[in-house]
């Protein structure tokens, strides 16, 4: 079973910072060269300059800043363990407002299995490597990884709204709208609730496996008992109302007139063709079958694209679970990625004639802007998809959910020395 504690948080200091909301950044991995630069000049000690550092030693300008934020007492360290919980006031790329709860813990690392820790989808080299030597550098969790629990008792959920009754700890505002508040709970027998209502229960990773990945390896690395055992996660209830999950549209290009005849015959051999009024109707909507979005960039006409028969993927994916072959992600990548236009996993990985869009309408201006030749609109993928292909020991292809809203970076860190 996975093993939760409260933690000896490090935080900013308020007082010194002025608040939270000049301080905190997305998620590293979303930040362009423009965000970063925006980021930074909101103040000397935004979070982005040690978590996506640049120069010619990124990571020793990391370390410095880390060590000189703590010396100067704008980063502190609690004199006490504790749980912290996050709520989250947003609203999604389907314009519904929504609010999501979950709370900071430590978790110890293990081996991915049963019971315990579960990825959900296959991870990349490169982001690995970088993570592990800024974990190197500054000998903390500097962002967390978010992780889905099971609180069919409720118990968690209520343990954490007695705990938020007053006003939040810190409060800050992302650039999409969403209204991020921490509190921090140091009542013995709140925290004790809560670890007896995840004594038995499995995390299921919903972002940040390469964060994950890399704590496992510093692990190993330093060697025997201690802090770097754990790491920073930020957990939520599967029963949570404001969990949601949007998909991750596929892009290609260098198509080529060849690889483009290939294509149009394959979508005509493997799916029924539906023609659609307009581009609004191409994100499809969760299904027993597999139903693809499609339009390219020459024709611009939107098609809905039915798979005829389930064996086709059977056929194609017959290697992986029932629970796999039913992903739309997975059935794209097989038929059409990997079996049409020749992509290896290697190609995928590094994004060799592929993209991705979280919008509509950032994947329509990418295609009619020529970026890309053609896009593959997916639909949401339920969280008990999710859960039974996890289950089976298997992983998702790279991208095939969009978990929302990120979860920031610089509420909290986790020291590892």
């Not at 508040?181 to 009542?187: F, K, S």
């Not at 996660?233 to 949007?246: K, S, Y």
């Not at 995928?348 to 309408?361: E, F, S, V």
Request: glycine share 8%.
């Amino acid at each position: 079973m996975a093993e939760i504690e409260p933690l000896q948080a490090l935080h900013y200091n308020l007082k010194k910072t002025g608040g939270l909301q000049a301080v905190v950044a997305p998620p590293y991995d979303v930040i362009g060269a423009q965000q970063r630069q925006d980021l930074a000049a909101r103040s000397p000690h935004n979070v982005v300059k040690i978590d996506l550092p640049v120069g010619e030693d990124p990571y020793g300008e990391a370390a410095k800043l880390f060590a000189a934020w703590k010396a100067d007492n704008v980063l502190e360290r609690d004199a006490r363990p504790a749980l912290w919980v996050l709520s989250q006031d947003y609203i999604g790329p389907d314009g519904l407002q929504r609010t999501r709860t979950g709370f900071f813990a430590r978790v110890r690392v293990e081996e991915y299995g049963a019971g315990r820790i579960r990825p959900h989808e296959r991870t990349h080299p490169g982001p690995k490597e970088d993570r592990l030597k800024l974990t190197r550098a500054t000998s903390a969790n500097l962002s967390p990884i978010f992780s889905l629990f099971d609180d069919s008792s409720g118990m968690a959920r209520a343990a954490l709204e007695d705990a938020t009754q007053g006003p939040p700890w810190g409060e800050a505002t992302d650039e999409d709208g969403t209204v991020n508040r921490l509190w921090r709970i140091e009542d013995e027998m709140a925290i004790a609730t809560v670890q007896k209502a995840l004594k038995s229960v499995e995390l299921l990773i919903a972002d940040g496996h390469h964060r994950y990945e890399t704590a496992r390896v510093y692990a190993e690395e330093i060697g025997g008992d201690g802090p770097h055992r754990y790491v920073l996660m930020c957990l939520v209830a599967l029963q949570d109302p404001g969990l949601t999950v949007f998909p991750t549209h596929r892009l290609v290009r260098g198509l080529g007139s060849s690889k483009q005849e290939e294509l149009a015959d394959v979508i005509r051999r493997d799916f029924e063709i539906e023609p659609l009024p307009d581009p609004d109707g191409l994100v499809p909507q969760p299904d027993t079958s597999v139903r693809i979005g499609y339009i390219d960039g020459h024709f611009r006409k939107p098609f809905m694209l039915l798979l005829k028969d389930q064996g086709i993927a059977d056929g194609a994916l017959g290697s992986h679970s029932e629970p796999y072959r039913h992903l739309d992600t997975a059935v794209l990548e097989a038929l059409i990625l990997k079996g049409t236009l020749g992509m290896s996993d290697e190609a995928i990985d590094h994004l060799d004639g592929l993209g991705y869009a979280r919008d509509l309408g950032e994947a329509l201006k990418l295609i009619y802007d020529a970026e890309y030749e053609a896009g593959f609109f997916m639909a949401p993928i339920p969280v008990q998809h999710i859960q039974a292909v996890a289950a089976t020991g298997e992983s998702m292809p790279p991208k095939s959910t969009y978990f929302f809203p990120k979860v920031p970076t610089g509420l909290l860190f986790n020291p590892l020395d």
